[in-house]
């Protein structure tokens, strides 16, 4: 009869399974899940319109004026050759303005002229082409000093020539360069993900904590074993966060292919684009099962939303800290640093994803992986006892019996 009992009984993997196809399908088709998909739109709204001020800010911020206080004919030169300068020498050349064509022996004081500017003056000039003086801030007037004694150059000469056009031999990359873009790369991984698992972890503690208040779970650990119940609510919210990832992905594509002259920083990883997202959803799935299963074993010491927020947050802290290690470590490849951030259970996603945009090897990352699925099981398996533990206090107190004697005795 036991026998029987025992073969009808579903095994950890098929009640693991059960049980995230219960969620997933919950979860996905519920009308909460829509507003999910809409939460990372409000961050894009800010972001677009924080830009749109800081364009704002910029244009309304002109660039320094540099005066001119010169006789007509001297202030006229002038001009003329900071405008003929400008093609060939960009934004070198300081945008000049005419504040006083100065009459046969007047003078000016300069200093007082750039305090009684209203304009956006730095500087001014004054003297004659032959020896014209700088008045101005002391760091300006040096960055300024060249291209200033360029343009009176220039303007001194009554019929000036072109200035020889220079030939530029640009080459296609160099170590440091390519380097430099490898790193920009594995920062901008590290912090995708990084933001990805915070942003969605959170989800497996709230779906816990709501079913252990509505003795749903105490069901579900009666029935099958626990064990089965954490796997099962890991991989279905991970399901979950995959399927908003992927909406997001496609409902930004369009956003960050236009925005492509801003990914134009961003080299090419050492493993090449298709691995590299690969191993980034990867390195995301275990990220999230290894913050997740903290989290439910968290699950198992609180019992309302409060207690949740006070015991998650060391948890979500040092989980900041972990990320900083992690960026540290990868800008020093191959060194003990390095070595311990991708070895450290919680650090090893994000240093293996910066390790996959500077190093082509792939082995590594199929040790890695095995590695951390051991270390899901280890947290699991933990957090699934502590939870029978205390779901099972929450009941009626049974009877045990004393080892060695037959009396029973209250717990």
Do not use: C
């Amino acid at each position: 009869m036991s026998g029987a009992i025992s073969s009808g009984r579903l095994s950890t993997l098929q009640a693991a399974f059960v049980v995230a196809r219960r969620d997933f399908g919950a979860i996905l088709f519920s009308r909460t899940f829509f507003f999910f998909l809409l939460g990372p739109l409000f961050p894009v709204i800010v972001g677009i319109a924080a830009g749109s001020v800081k364009q704002e800010t910029e244009q309304a911020a002109a660039r320094p004026v540099l005066g001119v206080v010169m006789a007509p004919r001297d202030a006229d030169a002038m001009i003329a050759a900071g405008a003929a300068l400008r093609p060939e020498l960009g934004d070198s050349v300081p945008d000049m303005a005419v504040v006083k064509k100065l009459r046969p022996g007047e003078t000016i004081d300069a200093a007082q002229a750039l305090k009684d500017s209203n304009g956006n003056l730095a500087a001014v000039v004054t003297g004659s082409l032959a020896s014209p003086q700088l008045t101005g801030t002391e760091g300006l007037i040096r960055a300024w000093s060249g291209p200033v004694a360029l343009i009176a150059g220039r303007a001194a000469d009554g019929s000036p020539q072109a200035l020889p056009k220079v030939a530029l031999a640009a080459t296609a990359s160099s170590v440091a360069s390519e380097r430099n873009g490898q790193m920009r790369t594995a920062q901008g991984g590290q912090m995708l993900l990084f933001l990805l698992t915070m942003m969605l972890a959170g989800m497996v503690l709230s779906n816990l904590v709501e079913e252990k208040a509505n003795k749903i779970i105490e069901v579900l650990a009666a029935a099958i074993p626990m064990e089965a119940v954490f796997y099962g609510k890991l991989f279905a919210m991970l399901g979950v966060s995959l399927v908003g990832i992927a909406v997001w992905g496609a409902g930004f594509g369009g956003l960050i292919l236009l925005g492509s002259d801003a990914l134009s920083g961003l080299a090419a990883p050492a493993v090449g684009w298709p691995a590299f997202v690969a191993f980034g959803i990867g390195y995301f799935a275990m990220a999230y099962l290894l913050l997740g299963s903290v989290f439910l074993t968290i699950g198992s010491m609180a019992s309302t939303v409060r207690e949740v927020q006070t015991i998650s947050m060391p948890v979500s802290m040092s989980q900041l800290m972990i990320f900083f290690f992690a960026t540290y470590a990868a800008a020093q490849p191959g060194t003990g640093v390095s070595l311990a951030a991708e070895l450290i259970p919680f650090s090893s996603p994000f240093a293996m994803l910066a390790r996959a945009a500077q190093d082509g090897a792939v082995l590594p990352h199929v040790l890695a992986v095995a590695w951390q699925v051991m270390w899901v099981a280890i947290f699991v398996h933990f957090g699934s006892r502590l939870f029978r533990r205390r779901v099972m206090k929450s009941g009626p107190q049974q009877a045990r019996t004393k080892k060695g004697k037959g009396q029973p005795v209250t717990a």
